[in-house]
């Protein structure tokens, strides 16, 4: 590999500030780095990607969860019903074309970006930030399908917990952040296991330099977040959708 792993660690502040301050998974920027720039193949990126991810989710679910960020009852919920997924997508990680995986990965974040632009609740409208367990209930279904794809290739469910949380559970932005902050910690310790159990194995000297990079951005985007307005919270998260999905699309053929 003509990559010298000590870069990780500048690499790993970056994508935890970006993915922590705006809440999506830091799976869908580890996994084009780790494959293109680090020279990895694809199982042992998604494993070295998900213990990376482990270390700055956890990081970042303390930093939201000293600010009352984080919804405990939807938490425990979607944690629950995404562990049965993310064990089947990690049994098919080697069994699936990786490229129709981005393609389909790539139309689905598309898709909710248009879904997220499309809802019904206006920017004036104030969220009411109960978060209940019975809406987290009705909208599992959700978690549980993406769960799947999140085993699979390590992208993880931010990109569809964030609207899940904010317009069906009607929390505040950065209650909606943090929250899947705090999900996406559980399951990528969960994926992690499951891979291993299944024989996959990271690379320990990219994973050594990036955890110190991701716990440090992780602290770093938390602090972001609550200094940005609501709207221009929704606003950037539209765009990053938007680019990672014709990214992921374009990178399928």
């Known amino acids: 590999m003509n990559f010298a792993p000590w870069a990780a660690l500048p690499v790993g502040i970056l994508i935890a500030t970006v993915v922590s301050a705006i809440g999506l998974g830091g799976g ?23 213990l990376i991810q482990s270390a700055g989710m956890g990081s970042s679910s303390l930093a939201y969860a000293r600010r009352d960020c984080v919804k405990p009852g939807p938490t425990l919920i979607f944690l629950l019903v ?11 990680t080697q069994l699936l074309d990786p490229a129709l995986t981005k393609l389909i990965l790539g139309l689905l974040v598309m898709a909710t970006a248009l879904w997220f632009v499309a809802a019904g609740q206006t920017y004036g409208s104030e969220p009411s930030g109960r978060g209940d367990t019975a809406g987290a209930w009705r909208n599992s279904w959700v978690i549980a399908v993406m769960s799947v794809a999140s085993g699979m290739l390590s992208i993880s469910m931010g990109e569809w917990l964030v609207p899940v949380l904010r317009n069906k559970l009607d929390l505040k932005m950065s209650a909606a952040i943090g929250t899947s902050i705090a999900i996406i910690f559980g399951t990528c310790v ?28 992780g602290q770093i985007g938390p602090r972001i977040a609550t200094k940005i307005d609501d709207r221009l919270l929704k606003e950037i998260f539209i765009f990053l959708l938007t680019l990672i999905g014709i990214h992921l699309i374009y990178n399928a053929y």
Do not use: K, N, Q
Not at 28 to 50: D, K, N, Y
Not at 82 to 92: E, I, M, N, Y
Not at 192 to 214: E, Q
């Open 82 to 92: 995404a562990l049965p997924g993310l064990t089947v997508g990690a049994f098919f």
């Open 28 to 50: 869908i920027f580890w996994m084009p780095f780790l494959i293109i720039v680090a020279g990895l193949e694809p199982g042992r990126a998604v494993a070295t990607s998900l």
């Open 190 to 217: 969960a994926g992690t296991a499951a891979h291993y159990l299944l024989g996959g194995r990271a690379d320990l000297a990219l994973v050594f330099w990036a955890v110190p990079g991701v716990i440090i951005g």
